[in-house]
């Protein structure tokens, strides 16, 4: 999953910054303990003025994001048209596939489910 994140990325000419982190309690953490557990890895994105009242982000970061998960769910067999960066009608069923697939809450939504 991590290198496929890291060709996918590096394919888009998009810069990757990883990072590891020991006791931290995320979402992603949780997700991996429950059950049988499920590969994963954390995507995000900058965020500028975190936790004040306007969290500014740009509307690119957001959408190279997007790119990079429609480029990872084609490339698993989960088909959601060209990587356009737009979550459209066919991203969004891609992941309710690969949701499905994995035994998780088919919503949709790219998250902590």
């Given at each position: 999953?991590?290198?496929?994140?890291?060709?996918?990325?590096?394919?888009?000419?998009m810069p990757l910054?990883?990072?590891?982190?020991?006791?931290?309690?995320?979402?992603?953490?949780?997700?991996?303990?429950?059950?049988?557990?499920?590969?994963?890895?954390?995507?995000?994105?900058?965020?500028?003025?975190?936790?004040?009242?306007?969290?500014?982000?740009?509307?690119?970061?957001?959408?190279r994001l997007t790119?990079?998960?429609?480029?990872?769910?084609?490339?698993?067999?989960?088909?959601?048209?060209?990587?356009?960066?737009?979550?459209?009608?066919?991203?969004?069923?891609?992941?309710?596939?690969?949701?499905?697939?994995?035994?998780?809450?088919?919503?949709?939504?790219?998250?902590n489910n």
């Open positions: 999953m991590v290198r496929l994140t890291e060709d996918t990325a590096k394919a888009l000419g910054q990883r990072s590891a982190q020991l006791g931290v309690l995320t979402d992603l953490a949780y997700v991996q303990l429950e059950g049988r557990g499920v590969m994963s890895v954390d995507l995000g994105f900058p965020i500028r003025y975190s936790h004040s009242p306007c969290e500014v982000v740009d509307l690119t970061d957001l959408e790119e990079l998960v429609q480029r990872m769910l084609n490339e698993k067999g989960y088909a959601c048209g060209s990587a356009d960066g737009i979550f459209g009608a066919k991203t969004e069923s891609a992941v309710k596939s690969y949701q499905k697939a994995k035994g998780l809450s088919a919503d949709g939504i790219v998250g």
